[in-house]
């Protein structure tokens, strides 16, 4: 049965004023900041009010109820599911990095939207609808009752792979999220990188601890809102200012001829080659010492010492034995840390080298066989993010949160509408930045470069989101003397665009709401796993309601663990992402699909496609990944390590299959299960 009228009406007119009520404070900001209060006051303003607003809804939806705080009653009106679903969704790598991600690699970047897009389109059709059918809680709940096994029917070793695949895939997302929100927050508050991640937890740890998902859902809506706003509204702005169009889907088609102008005009200009020029020859040099190893770092180390000795004998100045001390500090250690040091920077080197990628082009490349390579990556990517989406565990679980089935349908369509007001937007905000900053930033004196960039150069000292050095000494700046991290651009947009920092604020806001609300998400999504499939179905069944929901709430502290992870910036987002989705795809995608469409599939076939397809793709992401010790040498027909899930699906799916078929069949009570789930409603 639907949600009643009368709640739908409530909820309506509660949003509806909180709607109103987040304008008039961003409206007094824009006040306050004319009237002169400091960059850094707003930023904190718009920090405290968007956290104490995220904790007080935690704190009116406090529950220790089972039902409430795993699946918020199952009344959640589609509607409102749908918005909270697309906050969860929505998470920083498509508010912060996509458009960044646009920016950087032009049409090869349309892999992301097309992937997360088509991947829900999956979850509609093929998950979705059966998980609320099957009523439940999480993901492993229904994978133990249709694969069975275990004492006491609980189905227990296929459970306890499912919780290590939702926490595995769980946490690596959620540390992207994380790394974002310390971004966020070291930017716009002016504290430290490491000390922004730990002020960010506040909000996500009150949501979740006290209200689980029913906090977290009305939480969501409330971010939802804030992420529309914030995204649109320099995206408007930079339309009209490029275009005299303030609908950037349509200012699209009309900049993108513009840009190719641009760069055809770049690539042609004798300045930019000669800074192209510049960083050939580095990376020639670097390719030099990395030849002629282990000569030229013994070589190298002796020369740095013999500096350092000479400024110490003759009393040199303070800053200049410093200098000499950094160096020697600075050089490698060892052999082999000098040729994974040279190979980089050689490797840096030859890519600021190339001339601009035409952003429209698809696949561009040296010949045919590059091309190529760049055409696999893309579709590998595709598939990986869209099966991934089907099998995200944070968000199936919002498939149950609602009153039928059919409002489990009618939500899917709500949450695809909500998230497409935002994708449609960001392929034309990337070109629209681009543009912006192709044709106003390149060309510019570097006496006279916009107070934004020294901003966002002091974010991070150690590795500088973006960083302008005069190569050629001309004091001109040129399109190759820019590097510029994709994290930052969306965040910058507004100064970027000329508008007042009360907008970049708001955009922060939006950034912060979308990394929480999917942290969120995801941390419960562990919790629940650990306490509730873990702790209550196997350990101890017989636990009270109010110890299992306390145990959900203490588990929660994952997240610091999580915070510690995101602090070492072990990648940037978009990569991070990627490898969650491979591996969700891998582990589980396979199990979850033949679960609902195979009556053959059995207990045994889910273990072992479970595992092969988690050891394939997490072999493949070792072995190939300079990161984690890899080498991008060993990859197969060179696919990236983030697409793993490229033949960790086929092998989870081909194992699922081959043992299933090995073993005996599942007996009539879960055939009469699968009836269950694909009867017409």
Same mark, same amino acid.
């Given at each position: 049965?639907?949600?009643?009228?009368?709640?739908?009406?409530?909820?309506?007119?509660?949003?509806?004023?909180?709607?109103?009520?987040?304008?008039?404070?961003?409206?007094?900001?824009?006040?306050?900041?004319?009237?002169?209060?400091?960059?850094?006051?707003?930023?904190?303003?718009?920090? *405290?009010?968007?956290?104490?607003?995220?904790?007080?809804?935690?704190?009116?939806?406090?529950?220790?109820?089972?039902?409430?705080?795993? %699946?918020?009653?199952?009344?959640?009106?589609?509607?409102?599911?749908?918005?909270?679903?697309?906050?969860?969704?929505?998470?920083?790598?498509?508010?912060?990095?996509?458009?960044?991600?646009?920016?950087?690699?032009?049409?090869?970047?349309?892999?992301?939207?097309?992937?997360?897009?088509?991947?829900?389109?999956?979850?509609?059709?093929?998950?979705?609808?059966?998980?609320?059918?099957?009523?439940?809680?999480?993901?492993?709940?229904?994978?133990?009752?249709?694969?069975?096994?275990?004492?006491?029917?609980?189905?227990?070793?296929?459970?306890?792979?499912?919780?290590?695949?939702?926490?595995?895939?769980? *946490?690596?997302?959620?540390?992207?999220?994380?790394?974002?929100?310390?971004?966020?927050?070291?930017?716009?508050?002016?504290?430290?990188?490491?000390?922004?991640?730990?002020?960010?937890?506040?909000?996500?740890?009150?949501?979740?601890?006290?209200?689980?998902?029913?906090?977290?859902?009305?939480?969501?809506?409330?971010?939802?809102?804030?992420?529309?706003?914030?995204?649109?509204?320099?995206?408007?702005?930079?339309?009209?200012?490029?275009?005299?169009?303030?609908?950037?889907?349509?200012?699209?088609?009309?900049?993108?001829?513009?840009?190719?102008?641009?760069?055809? =005009?770049? =690539?042609?200009?004798?300045?930019?080659?000669?800074?192209?020029?510049?960083?050939?020859?580095?990376? =020639?040099?670097?390719?030099?010492?990395?030849?002629?190893?282990?000569?030229?770092?013994?070589?190298?180390?002796?020369?740095?010492?013999?500096?350092?000795?000479?400024?110490?004998?003759? #009393?040199?100045?303070?800053? =200049?034995?410093?200098?000499?001390?950094?160096?020697?500090?600075?050089?490698?250690? #060892?052999?082999?840390?000098?040729?994974?040091?040279? #190979?980089? /920077?050689?490797?840096?080197?030859?890519?600021?080298?190339?001339?601009?990628?035409?952003?429209?082009?698809?696949?561009?490349?040296?010949?045919?066989?590059?091309?190529?390579?760049?055409?696999?990556?893309?579709?590998?990517?595709?598939?990986?993010?869209?099966?991934?989406?089907?099998?995200?565990?944070?968000?199936?679980?919002?498939?149950?949160?609602?009153?039928? %089935?059919?409002?489990?349908?009618?939500?899917?369509?709500?949450?695809? *509408?909500?998230?497409?007001?935002?994708?449609?937007?960001?392929?034309?905000?990337?070109?629209?930045?681009?543009?912006?900053?192709?044709?106003?930033?390149?060309?510019?004196?570097?006496?006279?470069?916009?107070?934004?960039?020294?901003?966002? /150069?002091?974010?991070?000292?150690?590795?500088?989101?973006?960083?302008?050095?005069?190569?050629?000494?001309?004091?001109?700046?040129?399109?190759?003397?820019?590097?510029?991290?994709?994290?930052?651009?969306?965040?910058?947009?507004?100064?970027?665009?000329?508008?007042?920092?009360?907008?970049?604020?708001?955009?922060?806001?939006?950034?912060?709401?979308?990394?929480?609300?999917?942290?969120?998400?995801?941390?419960?999504?562990?919790?629940? /796993?650990?306490?509730?499939?873990?702790?209550?179905?196997?350990?101890?069944?017989?636990?009270?309601?109010?110890?299992?929901?306390?145990?959900?709430?203490?588990?929660?502290?994952?997240?610091?663990?999580?915070?510690?992870?995101?602090?070492?910036?072990?990648?940037?987002?978009?990569?991070?992402?990627?490898?969650? *989705?491979?591996?969700? /795809?891998?582990?589980?995608?396979?199990?979850?699909?033949?679960?609902?469409?195979?009556?053959?599939?059995?207990?045994?076939?889910?273990?072992?496609?479970?595992?092969?397809?988690?050891? %394939?793709?997490?072999?493949?992401?070792?072995?190939?990944?300079?990161?984690?010790?890899?080498?991008?040498?060993?990859?197969?027909?060179?696919?990236?390590?983030?697409?793993?899930?490229?033949?960790?699906?086929?092998?989870?799916?081909?194992?699922?299959? %081959?043992?299933?078929?090995?073993?005996?069949?599942?007996?009539?009570?879960?055939?009469?299960?699968?009836?269950?789930?694909?009867?017409?409603?």
């Amino acid at each position: 049965m639907s949600a009643p009228v009368s709640q739908f009406g409530r909820l309506s007119r509660y949003y509806l004023w909180y709607t109103v009520c987040f304008i008039a404070f961003v409206l007094s900001l824009a006040l306050l900041e004319r009237e002169g209060m400091p960059r850094v006051w707003l930023g904190y303003l718009y920090m *405290f009010a968007t956290i104490v607003l995220y904790a007080a809804i935690g704190v009116i939806s406090r529950t220790s109820n089972v039902t409430e705080y795993y %699946v918020a009653g199952r009344r959640v009106p589609a509607l409102f599911n749908g918005m909270a679903t697309a906050a969860d969704w929505i998470s920083a790598a498509s508010f912060i990095s996509l458009a960044g991600g646009l920016y950087l690699h032009g049409f090869d970047g349309l892999a992301y939207i097309m992937g997360w897009t088509g991947g829900y389109c999956l979850v509609a059709l093929l998950i979705a609808p059966y998980l609320r059918k099957f009523a439940q809680y999480t993901i492993p709940d229904f994978l133990a009752a249709r694969y069975g096994g275990g004492a006491g029917g609980r189905g227990g070793p296929v459970r306890v792979m499912a919780v290590g695949a939702t926490i595995i895939v769980s *946490f690596t997302y959620v540390v992207a999220q994380i790394y974002a929100v310390g971004l966020i927050a070291s930017r716009f508050t002016g504290v430290d990188f490491s000390v922004g991640i730990f002020l960010g937890l506040a909000s996500i740890l009150v949501c979740s601890f006290l209200g689980g998902m029913r906090a977290i859902t009305w939480t969501q809506v409330a971010q939802y809102i804030i992420i529309l706003v914030a995204f649109l509204l320099p995206a408007m702005w930079l339309s009209l200012k490029h275009a005299d169009n303030p609908v950037p889907q349509v200012a699209y088609g009309t900049v993108m001829p513009k840009l190719a102008a641009r760069e055809a =005009e770049l =690539e042609r200009d004798p300045r930019e080659r000669e800074v192209r020029a510049i960083f050939a020859q580095r990376a =020639e040099y670097y390719h030099a010492l990395a030849t002629s190893l282990p000569a030229s770092w013994e070589n190298g180390r002796q020369d740095v010492q013999r500096r350092l000795d000479a400024v110490r004998l003759r #009393n040199a100045a303070l800053g =200049e034995i410093r200098a000499a001390e950094r160096a020697l500090i600075a050089w490698p250690k #060892n052999a082999e840390e000098a040729a994974r040091s040279w #190979n980089a /920077a050689r490797a840096a080197n030859l890519a600021r080298a190339r001339p601009p990628q035409p952003h429209a082009t698809p696949f561009p490349g040296a010949d045919r066989a590059s091309s190529d390579i760049r055409r696999n990556n893309f579709l590998a990517l595709v598939f990986c993010l869209m099966l991934g989406t089907a099998a995200l565990p944070h968000i199936l679980m919002r498939s149950y949160t609602t009153a039928s %089935v059919h409002d489990t349908r009618v939500s899917v369509f709500w949450t695809l *509408f909500f998230i497409l007001l935002i994708y449609l937007s960001i392929p034309a905000l990337a070109v629209l930045i681009k543009y912006d900053l192709y044709s106003a930033l390149v060309g510019t004196k570097f006496t006279q470069l916009p107070t934004w960039i020294s901003y966002w /150069a002091n974010v991070d000292k150690t590795n500088p989101l973006i960083s302008i050095a005069d190569i050629n000494a001309d004091g001109i700046v040129q399109l190759a003397e820019i590097a510029i991290d994709g994290d930052m651009l969306v965040l910058a947009t507004p100064e970027i665009g000329g508008l007042p920092y009360v907008i970049s604020g708001l955009v922060a806001a939006g950034g912060l709401a979308a990394a929480l609300s999917t942290a969120d998400g995801l941390l419960l999504a562990i919790s629940n /796993a650990l306490s509730h499939d873990f702790y209550y179905k196997v350990i101890d069944p017989g636990a009270s309601t109010q110890k299992r929901v306390t145990i959900s709430k203490l588990l929660l502290a994952v997240a610091f663990i999580a915070a510690y992870a995101a602090s070492q910036k072990p990648a940037d987002i978009l990569s991070l992402v990627g490898a969650a *989705f491979s591996l969700a /795809a891998s582990t589980l995608f396979p199990a979850l699909a033949l679960g609902v469409f195979w009556k053959r599939a059995n207990h045994a076939g889910a273990l072992a496609g479970m595992a092969a397809g988690f050891c %394939v793709c997490l072999y493949y992401m070792l072995h190939t990944n300079p990161i984690l010790g890899g080498s991008a040498a060993g990859q197969w027909f060179h696919i990236a390590p983030m697409s793993a899930g490229v033949f960790g699906v086929p092998a989870g799916v081909l194992v699922l299959i %081959v043992v299933s078929l090995l073993t005996p069949a599942p007996d009539a009570r879960l055939g009469s299960l699968i009836d269950h789930l694909r009867a017409p409603e």
